[in-house]
């Protein structure tokens, strides 16, 4: 039997899906009939609209969010000896820019409820070789920007934001990405706006953004020539074709977060009933969460089976996050073991990311929440017997 035979017919519910339209496939092919695929006019373009869409003065757009995160990294000077505070409730790519520069990831433990670093422990892990912190807007969730601006203000400490999950949350009215040195975004398809593949930086700093546009393209010196290269740099170039497909996607970027909102707003509703499924953070006065994930919480003896058992119903999920810490990378190079971070293990055991998605439709959720009902009860019933 075929392995397309073997699932004919029944019903799957993806994890994540990307939000293409017709302008956006228009936009897509009015670039492939120029000369410019590269380093042409739709990057400054893409670039100029970001920003004031975040309300920072520059943009720099990259390949990628780890890419953008390791220009971030390297143009605020941190190297060899330097430590910086990180999370260990994240992707792996928040940690691992520290690493990419001979410096040291220090994690700190998160917050219980929006999974986010906890300001309470930051200071405790500063120490003199401390140069930076990296709080990520976890699953959209604004990080708590107040309380990090006054430790890294306290300490002298730099500040990245990692908002790749978070285009369009807000701390206090004010959009992340404007409470650092300088913050990222990333455009993966599952994110709120895609470009394939791709990132962005955003500052409110010359030098930095100076410094970016040049370590993206080899190192060349502002308006120098082709082959004229000041430093080492990167390609971490993005293409005119990703930044037509951002642009248009940025313009309808209200609408896009309205919808997430709503599919968010609809599996609270109906799992947010069920006994024993714990429904994500929502937003509150002063924080305004940008849906990138739907994230629920179950026993943590059960979350294994709960996947399995939703997979085998057709429901595609994922087990959103790993610590980062026990990854086995980073349990052999740094000797990290199960109880270092406990708030953060505790969360992990029990996270599962649902389908989630723009255009989902009210049937699929609804299925969602039916094979979730389902699944918790058959568990229940089964840890009784
Ligand atoms: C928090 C966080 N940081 C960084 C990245 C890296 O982005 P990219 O996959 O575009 O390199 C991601 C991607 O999912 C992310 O979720």
């Known amino acids: 039997m075929k392995n397309n035979e073997k699932t004919a017919g029944k019903k799957t519910v993806p994890l994540s899906s990307p939000f293409i339209e017709d302008d956006d496939i228009k936009a897509v092919i009015d670039v492939l009939k120029t000369r410019w695929l590269s380093l042409g006019p739709e990057i400054p373009e893409f670039e100029r609209k970001f920003a004031e869409y975040i309300g920072t003065k520059y943009a720099v757009a990259v390949n990628s969010g780890t890419s953008a995160l390791h220009l971030a990294v390297k143009a605020l000077g941190i190297g060899p000896g330097d430590e910086v505070i990180v999370t260990p409730f994240s992707f792996v790519a928040s940690a691992n820019c520290v690493l990419f520069e ?4 220090v994690f700190v433990d ?10 309470k422990k930051v200071e405790e892990k500063i120490t003199r070789k401390t140069k ?13 920007k107040e309380a990090i601006s006054r430790i890294a203000k306290k300490h002298n400490l730099k500040v990245i934001e990692d908002s790749a999950e978070a285009l369009g949350a807000a701390y206090k009215g004010k959009k992340v990405g404007n409470f650092s040195d300088c913050a990222i975004f990333a455009f993966y398809p ?6 394939g593949e791709g990132g ?11 410094l970016c546009v040049s370590l993206r393209n080899q190192g060349r010196g502002i308006g120098g020539e082709w082959h004229e290269y000041i430093r080492l740099g990167y390609n971490y170039r993005i293409t005119d074709i990703q930044c037509a497909l951002g642009i248009s996607q940025l313009k309808k970027i209200k609408a896009i977060l309205d919808k997430r909102g709503k599919v968010a707003a609809e599996y609270a509703k109906r799992l947010g009933k069920i006994k024993g499924i714990k429904v994500p953070f929502d937003s509150t006065k002063d924080l305004k969460v940008s849906w990138f994930v739907y994230v629920i919480q179950v026993d ?4 294994e089976l709960f996947m399995q058992e939703l997979k085998k119903r057709g429901v595609e999920c994922s087990a959103y996050f790993q610590p980062i810490h ?3 990378f980073y349990k052999e190079k740094f000797g990290f073991k199960q109880g270092d971070f406990p708030v953060c293990e505790s969360i992990a055991k029990t996270t599962i990311a649902l389908p989630f998605y723009t255009s989902m439709r009210t049937e699929d959720i609804d299925y969602v929440c039916r094979q979730v009902a389902e699944v918790q009860d058959y568990l229940a019933k089964k840890k009784k017997n």
Do not use: C, H, W
């Not at 943590?300 to 979350?303: F, G, S, V």
């Open 102 to 105: 001979g410096s040291t990831p």
């Open 110 to 119: 998160v917050e219980p409820e929006t999974f986010n670093i906890d300001p």
């Open 132 to 144: 930076a912190i990296i709080p990520v807007d976890v699953f959209g969730r604004p990080s708590d």
């Open 190 to 195: 599952n994110k709120q706006m895609t470009t």
């Open 200 to 210: 962005i930086l955003v500052t409110n700093n010359k030098k930095i953004y100076d």
């Open 300 to 303: 943590a003896n059960n979350k």
């Open 326 to 328: 026990l990854m086995k």
